[in-house]
């Protein structure tokens, strides 16, 4: 069986599982936000259940909407807070605590290899890079393991994504995915699981890792995985009490098939609207002049991505005309960043920092767009008005791509990014 | 478990924003979410929506896992959505709020908007009512075929909480 089979196997009480079958697992951790939430506690009450299945693996996320920006988003805060308060949620990060759920969920240690997790949320399958099971799920069926602790899945098909090479300077996780989209196409994985492995993401690092999974969804998938190892272990270290085992793959033939790719000689890339898959190098769409920046998100707000950001503006001003957004995915990012200088950079840079939200991504607040405006963005869709204006347009790029783009005020390819200060 | 309906046809990949747009999501009554439903692609959907079928193209619903999307359509009169693939969370939401959903790949070629249809969820069987062709879908799983007969699992749960 695959990694994927084996976590399903062992969580509903199998010893083996194959795809298609429909299994019902038993739920190791549940994950909602303010946005989905809110529907799962209504339904709870409407059903009149006093009490959850287990107050402490359920984790509540206020990150949508932070802090409040309308009274309709501030009762929504409010329904979750007092939800946690009265059936005493262990795990209740409110503002000022947490972050953009699902980097909370990897850094607060509420995953960990094996594991079978639901989120009331699509990009749950960022936690595959940690080598758990997560998906998305909606808010009725969150209300039904609030209460059961269980759910059904139909053990998926799984296609195998084999990466080799070693990434050029300024190309990234981000670039990676941006092109297994292009290849598998927006619907290309849906119903499918994907599992990220070969020597590149051997070398990847938590948060690349965390990339390419997060934005499985992108292409239907129903989670990525990537199986523990060494880093993951080092990760998790001083990150949670958790006892796990860790899952791996062992029939090359469970795969519906494999996929290779080789990012030796990947350029940057970006997502043009209004799909995922729309991909063309950086560099044939240089020059579009760009009135907005975006970086942060589940997809690319982290240290690392931060990092890289901080190492292309150092020193230099952004384009007059062009504005950067920069949003830590977690208050423990953006503390770290603070530390290390980042913001300091990035302010003098003249980007705006803004606190950990969901906000701009999904066209909420902090960076909504108006019409006719374009920007390069960092998160994970570019669908038709994502970000604000049915008439706006988003690129989906790399940290590194859109660091460039603010510097230039136009689309740039950070490779050939002229170094003069 | 049969659905009678007019048809409103649209392509592939029709994503959740474009069913309910973002800044909708702190809405708490589904029938406010309703008067938004398909606005990011069709701003004169709600005039035309009452006891309508929607037939789409490849990977409906996909996105967001905001159940808000097929509530939405469910609000605003949607009677079922067909199409030749669904988004997996969208689906399962649907299934989830009472929304019917039927998969099948050779109806939109079929079909025209306007059309009467209707959808026997039960045998898998789509009928175009004025042109005598019907179609092969793939028909539902019982236990999705329970919840749909209880207006979604929400009222399936408190029957079975009842007993």
């Known amino acids: 069986m695959n990694i994927i089979e084996k976590i399903l196997a062992k969580a509903s009480g199998k010893r083996e599982v194959v795809p298609g079958e429909i299994v019902e697992a038993n739920i190791d951790c549940a994950m909602v936000n303010e946005i989905t939430g809110h529907l799962s506690i209504r339904y709870l009450q409407e059903l009149g259940i006093e009490k959850v299945w287990d107050s402490d693996k359920i984790v509540m996320v206020i990150d949508h909407t932070v802090p409040a920006a309308s009274v309709e988003a501030a009762e929504l805060h409010k329904i979750m807070r007092r939800f946690a308060r009265s059936q005493n949620i262990k795990y209740f990060y409110d503002i000022g605590f947490g972050g953009i759920a699902h980097q909370v969920m990897v850094e607060k240690g509420h995953v960990v290899p094996g594991n079978v997790i639901v989120g009331a949320d699509s990009h749950t399958c960022t936690y595959g890079a940690l080598g758990a099971f997560a998906t998305g799920i909606g808010s009725t069926e969150m209300a039904a393991v609030f209460i059961k602790g269980k759910l059904w899945f139909k053990v998926p098909k799984v296609i195998r994504i084999y990466v080799e090479g070693s990434f050029k300077e300024y190309v990234t996780a981000k670039d990676l995915f941006l092109k297994i989209a292009e290849i598998l196409g927006e619907n290309g994985a849906n119903y499918r699981g994907l599992e990220f492995g070969g020597p590149t993401v051997a070398s990847m690092n938590i948060a690349e890792r965390m990339t390419i999974c997060n934005m499985a969804i992108e292409v239907g998938a129903k989670t990525g995985i990537v199986e523990a190892d060494e880093k993951t272990l080092a990760y998790l270290k001083y990150r949670t009490n958790k006892s796990f085992q860790i899952i791996k793959s062992d029939d090359k033939n469970s795969y519906e098939r494999s996929l290779e790719v080789d990012v030796s000689n990947l350029p940057p890339l970006v997502a043009c609207p209004d799909s995922v898959a729309n991909v063309k190098p950086v560099s044939e769409v240089e020059g579009i002049e760009v009135d907005q920046v975006f970086i942060g998100s589940c997809t690319n707000g982290r240290l690392e991505d931060l990092k890289i950001v901080a190492k292309i503006l150092k020193g230099k001003k952004i384009k007059n005309g062009t504005r950067l957004v920069i949003v830590p995915a977690s208050q423990e990012v953006y503390l770290e960043a603070l530390k290390e200088g980042l913001i300091e950079t990035f302010i003098s840079s003249g980007a705006i920092v803004a606190n950990p939200t969901c906000g701009a991504c999904y066209g909420g607040h902090i960076g909504v767009l108006a019409s006719d405006e374009v920007c390069v963005s960092t998160t994970n869709r570019n669908f038709i008005g994502r970000m604000g204006s049915p008439k706006s347009k988003v690129y989906l790029a790399s940290p590194a791509t859109a660091a460039a783009s603010a510097l230039e005020g136009k689309i740039k390819d950070p490779t050939t990014l002229r170094w003069a200060s | ?163």
């Open chain 2, 1 to 163: 478990m049969k659905i009678y309906g007019k048809v409103l046809k649209y392509g592939d990949n029709i994503n959740t924003d474009l069913i309910i747009p973002g800044k909708y999501l702190t809405l708490t009554d589904p029938h406010e979410m309703a008067k938004h439903a398909m606005e990011g692609i069709d701003s004169s959907f709600t005039e035309k929506c009452k006891d309508s079928i929607i037939v789409a193209g490849e990977n409906f619903g996909c996105g967001s896992s905001r159940e808000q999307a097929p509530l939405a359509l469910k609000y605003a009169g949607v009677k079922c959505v067909i199409a030749k693939s669904f988004a997996r969370i969208f689906y399962r939401n649907a299934i989830n709020i009472g929304l019917p959903a039927i998969e099948c790949e050779t109806f939109w070629d079929k079909v025209q908007e306007g059309d009467m249809i209707e959808v026997d969820l039960e045998n898998g069987i789509l009928t175009i009512s004025d042109k005598n062709v019907k179609v092969k879908a793939q028909p539902l799983p019982k236990f999705m075929l329970d919840i749909l007969e209880e207006g979604g699992l929400l009222n399936l749960l408190k029957k079975q909480t009842r007993k």
